[in-house]
């Protein structure tokens, strides 16, 4: 896909857009994301969609219904056209979210640059002589791992290539 198309709808990720399909509904919520297949992600998303009315006399009625997180197919994708402008601050808010309150459940970093924690007792592995093979096991066996032949002693090469004194 072109870099400049992509950086165009780029530019309205998190605009309140309006999406008409090939059927004829309508979609409305906050654009979160989309692919090269011009799939897209609706958050907070409310369908419109026309009902007509047996009688001609009668104008078409339009049915509204709100549907929360929604995935669009980008092949039955007709327009897009932006409702109105991202939320101001959207860090701060969200659901239930009041002002000035402490927001609790807030992710915070771990790793690359902060400091160890010392206060997480969980998270620094076994205690000393509990999980793990013993030290002796753990030593390096100068005849090799059981079952091998042992090594040759030092100064010792294989047969016919034994150095002469």
Do not use: W
Not at 24 to 41: I, P, S
Not at 59 to 78: I, M, Q, S, T
Request: charged share 20%; with cysteine; net charge positive.
């Amino acid at each position: 896909m072109p870099a400049g198309r992509s950086s165009k709808i780029q530019q309205h990720l998190n605009y309140r857009m309006r999406v008409s399909l090939q059927d004829g509904r309508q979609f409305v919520g906050a654009f979160l994301a989309f692919d090269k297949h011009m799939n897209l992600v609706l958050g907070d998303c409310e369908e419109f969609r026309k009902i007509r009315q047996k009688a001609a006399k009668s104008g078409d009625k339009e049915e509204k219904r709100a549907l929360g997180l929604v995935l669009l197919r980008g092949e039955n994708l007709v327009s897009m056209t932006v409702e109105g402008p991202p939320p101001q601050n959207t860090r701060q808010r969200g659901p239930g979210a009041r002002p000035g309150a402490q927001n609790l459940g807030a992710a915070k970093a771990a790793g690359r640059g902060m400091p160890p924690q010392p206060s997480a007792p969980g998270l620094q592995g076994p205690m000393a002589g509990v999980g793990g093979p013993s030290p002796a096991m753990m030593a390096p066996n100068r005849f090799g791992p059981p079952g091998y032949p042992p090594r040759m002693p030092p100064n010792m090469g294989p047969p016919g290539m034994r150095p002469r004194f």
